[in-house]
């Protein structure tokens, strides 16, 4: 099986050409805001040097967020038109269980983290179990536990602290950080739950395509297939709309419930597309 995986979720991005077991071709770079630009140039150099053509891809995984409200959806954009163009299978996948993945050697809780900006972050929590296999290769799956959160983070220890006891196993390990966590937020949360805690460096935190592929060839596996006239990216926060001012001076003034009311439905439609 040969699999295309998309993430530019944030600043960061990354593609992978994969089969089940091999790694043909990666880029992770830093694309800040050219995610659409980038994009389709590491897609093209990637087919090219392997001398594989878009119709011998048999699946497309996408990352769908949470993260840049325009970075996750230059991917999912590209990863649905291929998808349908092509007719080969689409499978979403969550940006912070990607993040969660790389980490699933620990064998404790693992909570996956984005920097959601407004001083809150993103996050989920995982467990992961390892599972042999008839040919001896260790495999790893993984559980989120709980919801999704936004806060900020003390708010997110807090969340921590009133959600392990109800987990599904007694936790006696240290919660692992993960993801693009600034440093501010990673101090909170070192003095917030000293000696219960582990942060990953960042440099090892960098989300990389391949595990992406590696988590949609699972659900592949187990029949979870999306559909791309329906997958849509996940958004935890509402996105910030505002109407333009340019237009409110060329068009007079407006009076605030007019403006409200437009700004509203920006925001509704922008939720819906």
């Known amino acids: ?121 993103y996050a989920a929590c995982y467990l992961s179990e390892e599972q042999g296999s008839t040919d001896a290769d260790v495999r790893y799956r993984q559980q989120q536990v709980g919801d999704y959160f936004l806060g900020t983070a003390p708010q997110l220890l807090e969340h921590l602290q009133s959600q392990i006891a109800r987990w599904p ?26 000696g219960q805690s582990r942060i990953r460096d960042g440099l090892l935190s960098t989300r990389h395509a391949s595990v992406l592929a590696y988590l949609a060839m699972q659900r592949l596996q187990d029949g979870k297939i999306d559909d791309p006239l329906l997958l849509e990216p996940l958004y935890l926060r509402r996105p910030s709309i505002t109407k333009s001012s340019r237009k409110q001076a060329l068009l007079g003034a407006e009076s605030p419930q007019a403006i409200d009311h437009d700004t509203k439905e920006r925001e509704q439609g922008a939720l819906r597309h």
């Open 1 to 121: 099986m040969l699999l295309l995986a998309l993430d530019t979720s944030t600043r960061f991005a990354s593609v992978a050409l994969c089969s089940e077991n091999e790694l043909f071709s990666e880029y992770t770079w830093y694309a800040e805001n050219n995610h659409s630009v980038d994009l389709l140039e590491r897609i093209q150099s990637m087919t090219a040097k392997r001398q594989i053509s878009l119709q011998q891809l048999d699946a497309i995984a996408v990352a769908t967020g949470p993260g840049s409200f325009n970075g996750v959806r230059v991917a999912l954009a590209a990863a649905k038109a291929l998808a349908f163009s092509l007719q080969k299978p689409l499978i979403g996948v969550g940006t912070l269980d990607v993040i969660a993945a790389q980490q699933q050697q620990w064998r404790g809780p693992i909570c996956a983290i984005l920097e959601a900006g407004r001083s809150e972050l």
């Open 169 to 194: 196993v007694p936790i006696s390990t240290p919660v692992l950080f993960c993801g693009e966590i600034k440093p501010a937020s990673r101090q909170a949360l070192q003095q917030g739950m000293a």
